[in-house]
């Protein structure tokens, strides 16, 4: 249970690792296929468009997705806290 | 190519010079106090802030240097695009809140803030000159590539142009001016590059025949034709000598003009045809373009065309996002290739088209430093994931990126600008693909300089587009200069001589010493910009990423997240991943071909990219010394 300002930064920094470990794991993956089965991302298609062009912006859009929704998850975690995310935490 | 002067372009870039200055001025009394000069108050508006970090971060290598790569090579260039925002979620779920939490100027603050340590600030000073100077590179090259079709100026004036107008901008007013300046350049930029894209979807595309002759039908296997198969009637075939007997190109003198011409040979299943080449040579001082001195008649043809299109249409009129994807993919590009040529007369550049299908266009590894990618031999693919291990790492760890997260009131306001940044930004990256394949087939790229393509191609469409288009560009440069100039001057002034002169932090006199940096910095760049022309800008700055990835992201995560760092191991760490990441790039083969003129195969170290020894190695560094220290400390 959140009690103080510093247990809410402790709380939205595990929500910002385990949402930085999805974006990690996605990304990587891009990587590995351009690296290691580059013709694979011509491969598999979609509305006419290749998995290279669709993988790309899909990796643009997840990181638009988590980053609203770490805003929303710490947001959460601020109203149970009041001062959390304020200057008065920076003094605690 | 030779450009012309465009006045309204010209009064546009002035329009915005002149409002810049004038607000930089207007908002120079808040920027009295260090607080207000290097961190402008805190005072910032998050939604401000993030529009900003767009502003800050969409540099000359995003707008030029990754339009031209893909209108040059592909997909190759929107990588860069994937690489660059992903940092972003590292400098968002890792770095933004603990860093605004801890520090107050300049990052050193934070890595400093559990050890008071000259050592650590020492450290992290030079890093951040370094990765700024990097950094400013490429901008100043962007800078000098835009002011010949802009102003008709040489390339020179263009750098020390915006070298004067950024100085002015940071020394009236800091961050505030620059805040405002990034704010405004962030916001036309993804306005403008909207509009563009919207354009280039409208224009969709048309196919052009190449300038050819034959086709000549075939009497023998068309790949074994050479020189002495062909012959004719308006023109010489010149004798095959030194560089000339390897290549598929034949030179011809035209009877009429005398001129020599270059034609590339290109078989095809039952035919044999010719295409057209351009050349460049430097012959007493002149440049020769395709055998005539260059002049406004004899210049370079514009290049970058589709030559088929599904179904052998001619046009396709106006396009959807995802059908312009799967037009092109379908069709035929012609792309432009060069090869240096050498005979008796001296070294010669040919620039040869390159037919190629559109599925090959959107896949990766056509852009040379992505070759691996294709190879068989992993080895070889190390280059590539080194390069998008530090685009990764690299946004997090660059200087004027982590100030920015001062300029804000609180950690929330630090969360909620990096989340408009990443809109801003991530949208823009999708822009990118459309507007280099867009040059790509615009018919109107200047071969000689992938980092023109952009501008180029809003000429193509309207000339006050390229007005507004050239003078958008130029302001990306001022506003990324101006930030790196603010985080550079604020590591020399606070980290480095406010802790050697005893100079306060909060002191007046850091102000002064800031001010002086910033000129000091704005002079070193302006002649970095000029002894680096011609080099692709996208390229340049994946060298800041890497030196930036290395030096600054292992320490920085460490102090953040680890108890056991210790002052000894984060200033080694830094170090390391400096020197080693630095050392690594001037001993590479890019380096040695593009600025050394050496062969690259003789270069000391096995790939060009560095972040994927240097940044592991850095990080092992701050834990082995740590651990050292730290036994040594308990045992003492």
Redesign the interface.
Known sequence: MIGSPGDAASSRARVGFVLFAVYLVVYATFVGLCAFDWTAMGGFRLGGVNLAVLYGFGLIALALILALLYDRLCRAIDLRIPAAGTRDEEAS | MIYHPSAMAVAVFAAFVLFTLGLSFHLGRRAMSAQGYFAAGGDIHWFVNGVAFAGDYLSAASFLGICGMIAFYG?DG??Y??GY??G???A???IA??L??MGRYTFADALDSRFNSRGIKLAAAVSTLVVSLFYLIPQMVGAGALVQPLLGFPHWVGVVLVGAVVIAIVVSAGMVSTSWVQFLKGLLLVVFSTVLTVLILMRGFTAVPLEQRGPYGVTSDPAQWSARDFSFADATLLPEEGDWKRTSWLRVREDGSGRVTVWRVVPGEASVRLLRCQTLALRGGQRIVNGSPQSASNDFSPVGTLERLPDGRAATGALGP??F??TL?GSTVVLWRQEAVRDSDGATTVFYPRLTLG?EV????NQPAFKG??SQN?FD?LN??SL?LAL?CGTASLPHILIRYYTV????AA??S??VG??CI?FF??LT?YMGLGAMTSGAIDVTDENMAAPLLARSISEPLFAIISALAFTTVLGTVAGLIVAASGAVAHDLLGMWLGIAPGDAAVVRVGKIAAVMVGVVAIVLGILFRGMNVSFLVGWAFSIAASANLPALVMVLFWKGATKRGVTASIVTGMVSSLAWILLSGDTYSKVYGWPAQDALVPFSQPGIVTIPLAFAVLVVVSLLTRAKASGG
């Open positions: 997909y929107f990588l695009s994937v925002l992903a972003w979620i590292v968002l779920f890792v809140e603990p605004k939490r995802l059908s994807l799967s993919e599925t959107l896949l990766p590894g990618i294709r992993p693919k590539f994931l998008m990764f009131r609180d950690q929330a969360r909620k990096t989340v990443i809109a991530g990256y999708v693909l």
